[in-house]
């Protein structure tokens, strides 16, 4: 198998693809390098930290031709590391024509020592007719069975690996049909074809959507290509919805036009209009904004790119880094907290998000707290996953009397908390521990048993305080469908204990049908733990049992 | 005027203050320089970007006595650049007591040519009780005033810039006394003591309380420091609520725990599980994690105390470029995404900030979008102000017909979309502009006048699509407070275009008590297109007047 996957957060994954080449680390972002006209040297390129660039194999036999096949294309670039080709593809999409056939094409990829060639489909228009989208599909279809045969023929050593395009824009059906379909046939690779319409136009919502449903029906082994996403508000997002690979101009298109990327947002350098670009990168560190306006333009390109190729670099670091600390999600809320258009990018993953889940394995480990910011925080996997676990799975223990504390007043894991621990204790002494279940209300995350108060994320977990109403709701809801779930398992009473003795919705729950129901007010902890004999008595005067 | 200041945003500002030694530009951080054994050399600290340091009088006093005197501290640490000394304030603090006395040390920092002078004051230990956090407050007043007076004779011309600590800790009625009281007195530089302790455990909301307790009394011409704080997580925050200058050691506490500094967490470094420090800092590009942790603790510790002042030029790089862009408030809300204790803090600036905008002028010029990506971007101040101005200040145009229309159907500034001018276009034709008042509803911000639909920031916004309902709550209130205020201007009818003509809400708006109300719906660009028409011969047959 060519690609491994060593780690995962939310759908996103760390992997490994060996080529013939070298090995990639997923996610990794290819460069684009022009052939004929190339502004930053591969030389940089390697330097700045990327093992891998893309180039178009059509434009270099366009320029080439056969010297490329003599020499290689490894050695044209003077590039030993991976080298992935473009077929001509984008070149269709862009001028509507191509003068090379599929075959062609593929023959010279495989010529010209390619270690990853995509096929040359057709590359789905925006706004082109939904007849005219769906016969393209079936037509890259044919071509994508028709390589496939003639690679085996062409290269029976399966040097090359070949990239199998997933087409049908925004129109997510056709998306749909076409992944399964691609899916079906046995490419190493399988790409989404260009969001680039998308892209400019911030449209980061509707690309979730996208890879939502092309990711759901495509083998889940196998490597993803997002074509032509190259910026740092957009990557850890694609990747958090199972996305490995990206190549990108972006660096060299926004240089041209003297704007720089930063991590969370793209500035004209004529807008900096403070004396150093925020950045370390070796450019920002040598070259003043005043410095870097006042050279001629090609000088100033070369160097914008290369800050760009930084930026990106450490973004793919930063991806990284957070799928192995496990804390993919806060980076995404990060970025979705500066922009609206990126926040509508988060709010767009969650139905996609929850379709890959199941293809998703659970996570343990996690050695980081989560960390609850937003309404959308709270619909994240891991706490959907407990919402689950809890209603439907969730084994409570024997009893009769439910005892909920209030979460506010006690420290996380509550298990370790002294007052629990004394509660507990005072209970079991008395031989009161069989017939109560200690609960404890969580201001977010709502009913949390004692029992598993140790396991992530109801161990470690972070909240806004004083925790908004907005965040309130799941909570609120978990509680009275955990206390109906005790309540149709025999428990008869509840004693429950909060900071507000006035609060509506816990006033609400008298008319749940309990037996006997008892709420009392702790505004502090002091309170509470003056309350604890009070809970014991009262417990042991309930008769258990009808 | 020693200090100058060139920009706003939000409470925050870039300024520069001129002493002896040079100009701070601000907000500034200094590095805390260990007088007798410092990790990083000057030299390097000069070279990362800063332009100013602190050192510790007392220990100075302590450890070189009268040699100081004679050569000066700018010679002893060689460096010609601004100078703070701290006065052994910290050391009382830790140890209880130090061997010198108010006027000694601040005769020994005008002797050994500090730019800048703390004098000692007493520091409010945490948790100390409230009588003696009054007295030790007194005292340090009195300390303030005798300062002064002595200062003026040791230091005729001025040279040394003397800070005032204002005190009293997370006792908000005491800090506000201290700071009334301080203010009074002529201070170059006023400082707000010690928060480690919140530091420490991450308790931003308090230290933002403190700010805004302290900065509204204050004179809001004065540059104003914050003890101790070292990290980008606090930064922003501090900086949007008027702090100007930070010292902090934190960059080498945590270098000394093997801990990093990142701009949104720290991470230790074992605990980095990827190949390299996502940071393009020239430390980290020159070395792997492998590299680092198999160094001598020593040069370790000398390196990722570098990385992590790398780090903090970064991020106060960062805010200016933020105060200059106008987009401090995107970055807060970046930084709270991501962690739920800095959430804490952005929900604390409420307060605070509502109090300071008063000291604060309006913003002109704006050139991005404002976003709005949560509940708290809806308390912002720039739509605070809209809001009051709405109600309040607006004087909306005569008439007796209120046409509504859909703004989730409408490109911003709607005064220039082709569907409003198409409307207007055909009132104005018929005769019929002098009797409607055309407002746009927008779903985040409410209704917008079509007269002030280009004022910032109702021209330039941007919120996540679809639009939650959470987000709704401000709009919803508004519309109704609006229509009100139209309805008692002797407006008497109400033509409404909504997206969803079963929305509860604007069907309850039915009970108004307009002599008309009529609900269209719209769900397009092509529907709305439609109504218009119709639109017109409604208005037209509507009878005004009484």
Not at 69 to 97: C, F
Request: charge should be neutral; aromatic fraction near 8%.
């Amino acid at each position: 198998m060519a690609f491994e996957i060593l780690e995962k957060d939310l759908a996103g994954r760390i992997g490994r693809l060996r080529i013939r080449s070298g090995v990639i680390e997923t996610p990794a972002l290819f460069p684009v390098i022009n052939p004929v006209k190339q502004v930053v040297s591969l030389n940089d390129i390697a330097e700045i930290g990327f093992n891998q660039v893309i180039t178009n194999a059509y434009l270099l036999k366009r320029h080439y031709g056969d010297l490329v096949r003599e020499v290689g294309v490894h050695k044209l670039l003077n590039w030993d590391k991976p080298i992935m080709t473009d077929s001509g593809a984008y070149q269709l999409l862009m001028y509507g024509k191509v003068e090379v056939s599929p075959d062609e094409i593929l023959r010279y990829e495989i010529d010209i020592g390619t270690d990853i060639g995509v096929i040359l489909d057709i590359p789905t228009q925006w706004g082109r007719p939904r007849e005219a989208v769906f016969l393209e599909v079936e037509e890259t279809l044919r071509r994508a069975r028709a390589a496939l045969v003639k690679a085996k023929m062409w290269d029976p050593e399966h040097k090359m690996l070949i990239v199998g395009p997933v087409q049908g824009g925004d129109r997510l059906d056709i998306l749909s049909y076409s992944a399964v379909k691609m899916g079906e046939l046995n490419f190493d690779i399988y790409a989404i074809g260009s969001p680039t319409t998308l892209l400019e136009e911030y449209d980061f919502s509707t690309i979730m959507r996208m890879i939502a449903v092309v990711k759901e029906k495509l083998p889940p082994g196998k490597p993803v290509h997002l074509f032509g996403a190259g910026h740092p508000l957009i990557l850890p997002f694609a990747v958090a919805m199972g996305i490995d690979l990206f190549d990108s101009a972006s660096y060299v298109l926004y240089a041209r036009d003297d704007r720089i990327i930063l991590r969370d947002r793209t500035v004209r350098l004529s807008e900096v209009r403070v004396d150093r670009i925020p950045c370390n990168c070796p450019v920002c560190r040598r070259y003043s904004v005043k410095e870097l306006m006042s050279m001629n333009k090609a000088e100033r390109e070369r160097l914008l790119a290369i800050h760009n190729l930084y930026v990106l670099w450490e973004e793919i670091q930063e991806i990284k880094a957070r799928i192995r600390e496990g804390t993919l999600w806060e980076y995404l809320e990060e970025k979705a907290g500066g922009d609206a258009r990126v926040k509508s990018a988060l709010m767009a993953m969650r139905k996609g998000l929850r379709a890959l889940m199941k293809v998703i394995p659970d996570e343990a480990g996690r050695v980081r707290a989560l960390h609850v910011t937003s309404v959308e925080s709270l619909q994240r996997p891991e706490i959907i996953r407990h919402v689950e676990r809890l209603l439907n799975n969730y084994e409570p223990p024997q009893g009769c009397v439910v005892v909920v504390l209030p979460g506010e007043l006690l420290d996380r894991p509550y298990i370790r908390d002294s007052l629990v621990y004394w509660l507990i204790d005072q209970l079991s002494g008395n031989n009161l521990l069989s017939r109560v279940h200690v609960v404890i209300n969580n201001p977010v995350l709502g009913p949390i048993p004692y029992e598993i108060s140790e396991v992530y994320p109801l161990s470690q977990h972070e909240y806004p305080e004083p925790t908004p109403n907005y965040l309130r709701s799941l909570s609120r809801q978990l509680l009275r469908k955990y206390l109906t779930k005790l309540r149709d398992r025999g428990f008869t009473d509840v004693i429950i204990i909060v900071r507000d003795g006035r609060d509506k919705f816990i006033n609400g729950l008298m008319n749940m049908g309990f037996r006997g129901m008892v709420i009392l007010e702790a505004r502090s902890r002091q309170e509470l733990y003056s309350l604890i004999p009070w809970v014991i008595k009262e417990v042991s005067n309930i008769q258990c049992g009808n």
